[in-house]
Each structure stands twice: as structure tokens, then as C-alpha cells.
């Protein structure tokens, strides 16, 4: 009987706190979240590309219906890049992120491709034809014999 007169209180203070939190939250983010310290660490190399490179795309389309892995989207091209961080204790950390890529970054991708490509004879040529084209025009300046006289409106015709 004795447990029951004591536990009866603490059972309602804590049901009473669990409501007060769950009425009013924005009095409770002060006291209950911190505030994200930044990294301690010492950086002992910065951020440096690693060369390793991915495309990513939106997936849900893809997985929705599968016979769109054929057909044309819009890709982003990352980039993998590492740094070594010393900790307070003293350990190196590697931390390693992907991140889109710069125009510079790209453009080398896609030159060391077309290179690629060119190397190993897998660039499809269209088979060069000769344009078929119109026939020469007779200009005021330039008159040709072949073909026939053309006439010109005056400048002030033009507005019309």
C-alpha cells in the first residue's frame, strides 16, 4: 500500500509531462536539442577529387515502368572527393562525399570519352553526301547568266 502511494504521483507527473510536451513542443526545443557543434578536428588535407565519377538520375521512373531504361532523361554527373581529418584524439578520419560536377569536370569527362571513342574506331560517321542546293539567285550586285532575273522592291515597299 505504501508503493501504491508513491508510485500513484510519480505515474502522474510523468504522464502530466509526457501531455505538456506533446501540447507545447515549441517550449521544449531550447531545453532538448542542441545546437550542431561544427567538426573539432584539425583538417590535415582538404577535399581532393579521388577521379571516380558516377551519373545519377531519378530512379522512380525507371522503377515505375522498366522499358523507360532506354529511353532519354536528364542525368547529373558527380564527383567523389575525400579529406583526412585529425580528431581531438588524435585518429585520422577519411571522409569521403559525392558532389555534382563543375563545367571544368565535365568537359574533361567528356573529351577523355570522345578520345576513348576515336582510339578504338567506335565513332559512327554519317556518310558524307553533297547538298543539293537551290539555285543561284540574280543579285543587283551579282548577276548571274544562269539564272534568272529576279525583281527587287524598293527599300520603301519593305514596311508593308
Avoid: C
Avoid at 56 to 68: E, M, V, Y
Avoid at 112 to 124: A, M, P, T, V, W
Amino acid at each position: 500500500m505504501d508503493v501504491l502511494i508513491y508510485a500513484l504521483p510519480v505515474i502522474a507527473l510523468i504522464a502530466g509531462a509526457f501531455l505538456l510536451y506533446s501540447l507545447f513542443p515549441a517550449a521544449f526545443p531550447p531545453f532538448l536539442h542542441h545546437a550542431p557543434r561544427p567538426n573539432q578536428g584539425v583538417i590535415k588535407q582538404d577535399w581532393v577529387a579521388t577521379g571516380r565519377i558516377d551519373f545519377a538520375a531519378q530512379i522512380t521512373k525507371i522503377k515505375t515502368n522498366p522499358g523507360d531504361m532506354d529511353q532519354p532523361t536528364e542525368f547529373k554527373l558527380l564527383v567523389e572527393e575525400r579529406r583526412i581529418v585529425e580528431s581531438i584524439a588524435g585518429n585520422e578520419n577519411l571522409e569521403v562525399q559525392w558532389r555534382l560536377a563543375t563545367l571544368r569536370e565535365a568537359k574533361a569527362v567528356v573529351t577523355q570519352y570522345h578520345k576513348y571513342l576515336s582510339d578504338n574506331s567506335l565513332i559512327k560517321t554519317v556518310p558524307d553526301e553533297t547538298p543539293s542546293l537551290p539555285p543561284p539567285v540574280t543579285t543587283k550586285d551579282n548577276p548571274s547568266d544562269d539564272a534568272p532575273a529576279v525583281k527587287r522592291q524598293p527599300e520603301e515597299d519593305w514596311g508593308r
